[in-house]
């Protein structure tokens, strides 16, 4: 059944896939940053001295560390692309070789001998190189006013993102036994890198007007505790067996009834 437009409330949300949205009230142009091609780059990096490899880096050794005793994982990881470089391939200048370097920073954290929490910072630069990405150059060159300055701001129309998700995977203790007697904080670092090209272009895009303004915020209500327990339900006060079946199928146990009778 068709959905009339009284019915529908433009919002975001899932589209209903049973019905249909009724005809869009306009048709509206819009200026976005269009990916024309991206590529991922996965690496498992650990420690190693001299210059980085595909699965090396320098930095991922910290500086020494007062008695430490146990790692207990990485946090507020943050990416910085610091350069970018564009080389138009011969076969086709739309492809660009790119030579890509940011900077991937973190917090290391464990515990001392003293059983306090304490934290190092990790700034891991790298450099990538992706040999053939879809990158064509903006034909248009844009040029924008600010308000209130009113003054005139060119833009770049193309656009290289990075986009990151890191995790330190590991993380071990070593002790410089032939020199001070020092010890460092060796991690493994593992992380997913996107790397996009985009150009700002014009879309036209069906819409339903501007967004309904939204409902009021709910206010959580204060609960008696003793009232939320009584309607919890009563837990379970033996966990669940961890039993293999006696029997793979049903015609297994057919056969283990009519053997015993």
Do not use: W
């Not at 460092?184 to 967004?211: N, R, S, W």
């Amino acid at each position: 059944m068709a959905i009339t437009r009284d019915e529908f409330i433009p919002r975001p949300g899932i589209v209903n896939k049973q019905g249909h949205l009724p005809d869009p009230s306009e048709l509206v142009c819009i200026e976005i940053p269009k990916v024309f091609d991206q590529c991922l780059i996965k690496r498992c990096l650990v420690y190693a001295c001299g210059p980085d490899t595909i699965d090396t880096d320098e930095e991922l050794r910290s500086n020494p560390l007062k008695d430490p005793r146990v790692f207990s994982g990485c946090r507020d990881y943050q990416l910085k692309l610091c350069s970018v470089e564009k080389i138009p391939l011969k076969t086709n200048p739309n492809f660009k070789k790119l030579i890509v370097s940011f900077e991937i920073s973190f917090y290391a954290d464990y515990i001392n001998s003293c059983g306090e929490i304490e934290s190092e910072k990790f700034e891991i630069n790298r450099t990538e190189v992706i040999p053939k990405l879809y990158c064509p150059d903006s034909i248009a060159q844009i040029s924008a006013t600010t308000i209130p300055t009113g003054k005139s701001k060119d833009h770049d129309g193309e656009i290289v993102k990075l986009e990151l998700v890191a995790e330190c995977l590991d993380g071990t203790f070593y002790r410089d036994d032939c020199g001070c007697g020092e010890s460092f904080l060796d991690i493994t670092l593992g992380f997913h890198l996107i790397v996009k090209c985009e150009l700002i272009v014009q879309l036209l895009i069906p819409a339903y007007g501007y967004c309904p303004i939204p409902v009021q915020c709910e206010e959580d209500p204060e609960e008696d505790p003793c009232e939320r327990f009584d309607r919890e339900p009563v837990p379970k006060f033996f966990p669940d067996q961890n039993l293999e079946p006696l029997f793979e199928n049903e015609s297994d146990y057919c056969e283990y009834v009519e053997y015993n009778n």
